[in-house]
């Protein structure tokens, strides 16, 4: 097949070596990171591009161009998965935003002592629904992030790997820089972060820039040798605008901006789609059951590029095998000054009892809805519930950016908020997703607030959508930066 991965024009060997020094160090076993069990592929074949109008296929895992059926609201599957490398659970729940499961999950496909490890390496997966593998049959074993892990771990047999899956659907960069330090809890020994937003974040420039940069910046203060690659995905409508335009999502453009400042990788299997699509090698239909979400055919296609990235990686650092005293002072030129000032880099979320309330509002230990209205997060979660207009609730923060995160569903009314006890502005969270589940939505002040003590308030509203069921507040999780 055609190549799948690209890099920017300014991306050469040098930066190439740099993105990606301390994955290969950890991995190498004294002839260059390219080493490990001959022969084995990872699963995933790439002969040639009949691989792609034939179905790609996985070695030992079946044809896996056989469509796919989906779990959980999107189709993706909540983020719990689960799934075997190694002989050891890929993904072990952990804590989210309420201490519950809410998509982010951790194991070791060879956490147990096996004869010839000799090392331990940690990977990270943030991101949105196709990261967490909606469209997959079994997100826990045919996604693209679950064949990647499985790809390394029978590649690289030497080497005990410990994956972190803390994608989760319907959710942005954004949200991504705010929960980043939570989701990623030892971002510190993460050697390899992989951040996938480019289908899922409003196409502002701003927005995103600060979110991404605010995820890249978090991510060097907890380990500045941290190796960094931003993956595109795609969407129906971006494969139509590259083949009839040849531009890229705007999205894409954005996390460039970030990529390009930082000396990051960046995979775009957005541009591979498009030309074998457009070549007539397969048809969206084949590669998604929707607009998003691909089918087993599609993340298997992701995996295959994600692994032709890591081969060329793997030979380019077999060429060069900078030493680790090159290594640590080349780390401290990546931490420049923000490309944008106005970043989400101290970004996390603050806990619901850190509120005053003023009048009305009730916690509400566990919030657990009808199965059937759930979508990308797991109940029970500890809430603060506003259900009266007046009810009324404030937050003193040190800080320049105030958000909250709410589950917003069918009986979800607007709110007034005001900054700083300050004029009253109205924010009605109602879209057409709440009529059908409760799901995280975020909410995030715009302005920049001066450095300091601040205060936010929130108050129920005497008024709704017309298609609302009631007037309440599933508050979850503050957002501050």
């Known amino acids: 097949m055609t190549d799948g991965w690209q890099f920017r024009k300014t991306f050469a060997d040098y930066k190439l070596r740099e993105g990606l020094r301390r994955f290969g160090r950890k991995l190498n076993v004294g ?6 069990a001959d022969g084995v592929s990872g699963g995933v074949s790439s002969g040639g591009s009949d691989s792609l109008s034939n179905g790609v ?31 050891s659970s890929d993904n072990v729940a ?6 519950s499961s809410n998509g982010v999950s951790s194991g070791s496909p060879n956490s147990a002592p096996t004869s010839g490890i000799d090392r331990v390496c940690n990977v990270a997966f943030i991101g949105g629904s196709v990261t967490d593998g909606a469209g997959a049959s079994d997100p826990g074993r045919t996604s693209w992030r679950s064949l990647t892990c499985r790809y390394l771990a029978e590649k690289y047999p030497h080497v005990s790997f410990r994956f972190t899956n803390a994608a989760v659907g319907g959710t942005d960069s954004t949200y991504g820089a705010f929960r980043f330090r939570q989701d990623v809890p030892q971002a510190g020994a993460v050697d390899l972060l992989l951040v996938e937003y480019a289908v899922n974040d409003a196409r502002n420039r701003d927005e995103s820039v600060r979110a991404m940069e605010g995820i890249v910046r978090q991510a060097l203060r907890a380990n500045p040798e941290v190796d960094i690659v931003f993956v595109y995905t795609t969407h129906q409508s971006g494969v139509e605008r590259w083949l009839k335009e040849g531009e890229a999502d705007a999205n894409i453009g954005s996390h460039e901006e970030v990529a390009d400042y930082y000396g990051l990788p960046s995979v775009d299997f957005s541009r591979e789609v498009a030309k074998a699509i457009g070549a007539g090698l397969f048809d969206w239909g084949a590669f998604s ?14 995996a295959e590029l994600i692994q032709k990235f890591l081969e060329a990686a793997a030979a380019d650092w077999s060429n060069s095998q900078p030493s680790a005293a090159s290594d640590g002072a080349a780390a401290g030129t990546r931490f420049r000054p923000p490309l944008d000032p106005q970043c989400y880099e101290h970004g996390r979320l603050v806990g619901i009892d ?10 509400e230990r566990e919030f657990a809805p009808d199965s059937a209205q759930i979508c990308n997060w797991t109940p029970p979660a500890e809430i603060l519930l506003g259900d009266a207009p007046g009810d009324s609730l404030v937050l003193s923060f040190e800080g320049t950016n105030i958000g909250f995160v709410m589950l917003a569903g069918p009986d979800t009314g607007a709110v007034d908020i005001s900054i700083d006890e300050g004029s009253a502005f109205a924010y009605d969270p109602f879209d057409r997703y709440c009529k059908m589940f409760y799901r995280p939505k975020i909410w995030l002040l715009s302005e920049r607030l001066e450095p300091g003590r601040h205060t936010i308030r929130i108050s129920i509203a005497d008024r709704k959508h017309e298609e609302s069921l009631g007037k309440r507040l599933h508050l979850w999780k503050f957002m501050v930066n």
């Open 289 to 302: 059951e929707d607009n998003v979400h691909p089918r087993d055919f599609g993340h298997a296609l992701y």
């Open 94 to 99: 952990s804590g989210g935003p309420d201490g």
């Open 57 to 87: 296929t996985s070695d030992g895992y079946g044809d896996l161009l056989n469509g796919a059926t989906s779990s959980g609201c999107d189709g993706s599957s909540n983020g719990v998965t689960s799934s075997e490398f190694g002989g």
């Open 354 to 363: 850190a509120a005053e309330i003023a009048a009305g509002w009730k916690q």
């Open 31 to 36: 002839d260059g990171w390219s080493g490990g």
